[in-house]
């Protein structure tokens, strides 16, 4: 560390009331409703820097709306997100007469944020009209990164995703698994610190998924951190670090994969391990 790195550290930890802030993602009171149907129900979560954290639940649950609210692609009605230590889509300002206000940030402040969160979508979401290359190299070329040097950051991705040869191809030749291998490639290309994965292998047809899983599982200890939204319990057994059950926006349980997988407390838990398994 520089000087001026341990200044800013000892700054950091001082304003988190003296813990290190080695999270890499921590939701504090996460609330939202549609209309008025609560959606998320004060939801806490640490997540630890480069770890994986797989989420299952039922559907309907509240996971992809929670993935969304990490993202500010979901405003939250209450509660607060932090990536990397800071806040996301809003900041607090210190009113003299009116004490602490949440403000949202500016468009080009969350869209900052935004390319520091990687997000896999289930339905993969690649531009029909780019190449492969294109599609990993839009973001960066349109944030006006440097060309020749995204260029090679993602034929490296490629190759990480076993699609070098691809560069070239369109969306519509390659295979669903390796659409979302692209995909993965493209959540990385800006060397985000959180990557969002939401039900990443479920509009696949099922001798696809293994393919998808295994890059995922290959991200694993990079240092990059993992959020996965998935029903492969094998996956979570093997890969994750920490395993969260959700039903109707509340965290029920969390755990390592033995303590949730094997020994659930909660009988709703058990019921739907008893679905998916
Ligand atoms: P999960 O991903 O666990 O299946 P979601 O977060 O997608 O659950 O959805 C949780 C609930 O919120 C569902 O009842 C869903 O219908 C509802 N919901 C999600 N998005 C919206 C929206 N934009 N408008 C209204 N209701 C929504
Ligand atoms: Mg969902």
Redesign the pocket.
């Known amino acids: 560390l520089t000087p001026f790195q341990r200044v800013r550290r000892a700054f950091r930890v001082a304003a988190s009331g003296g813990r290190p802030m080695s999270a890499a993602l921590e939701i504090r009171g996460a609330s939202k409703s ?2 008025d ?1 609560p ?1 998320l129900r004060g939801i806490d979560l640490d997540v630890e820097r480069g770890s994986v954290t797989v989420i299952l ?10 993935l969304r609210a990490i993202n500010h692609l979901e405003p939250l009605d209450e509660g607060s997100v932090r990536v990397g230590g800071e806040l996301v889509g809003v900041r607090v300002r210190h009113h003299p007469r009116r004490g602490d206000q949440l403000v949202e940030l500016p468009e080009r402040e969350i869209l900052r944020q935004r390319s520091r969160i990687g997000f896999v979508f289930q339905a993969f979401n690649l531009f029909p009209h780019l190449t492969i290359l294109e599609n990993v190299t839009e973001a960066p070329l349109s944030l006006g990164r440097d060309a020749a040097e995204t260029t090679q950051k993602a034929r490296a991705l490629l190759e990480r995703v076993g699609l070098a040869e691809k560069a070239s191809a369109y969306p519509r030749q390659l295979s669903g698994g390796q659409q979302q291998r692209v995909a993965i490639a493209r959540a990385l290309v800006l060397e985000p610190e959180v990557v969002l994965f939401d039900e990443p292998t479920s509009a696949l047809d099922p001798e696809l998924v293994g393919e998808v899983l295994k890059v995922i599982a290959g991200l694993a200890g990079s240092g990059t951190t993992l959020v996965v ?1 998935t029903h492969e319990i094998g996956f979570a057994r093997e890969v994750a670090d920490r395993v969260v059950f ?1 039903d109707e926006g509340v965290i029920l349980e969390q755990g390592t994969p033995a303590e949730v997988l094997d020994a659930p407390t909660h009988p709703r838990t058990r019921e739907f391990l008893g679905r998916v398994l």
Do not use: A, E, H, Q
Request: aromatic share 6%; proline share 6%.
């Open positions: 549609f209309g149907r959606v639940g039922p559907s309907g649950s509240g996971k992809s709306t929670l939204v959700i």
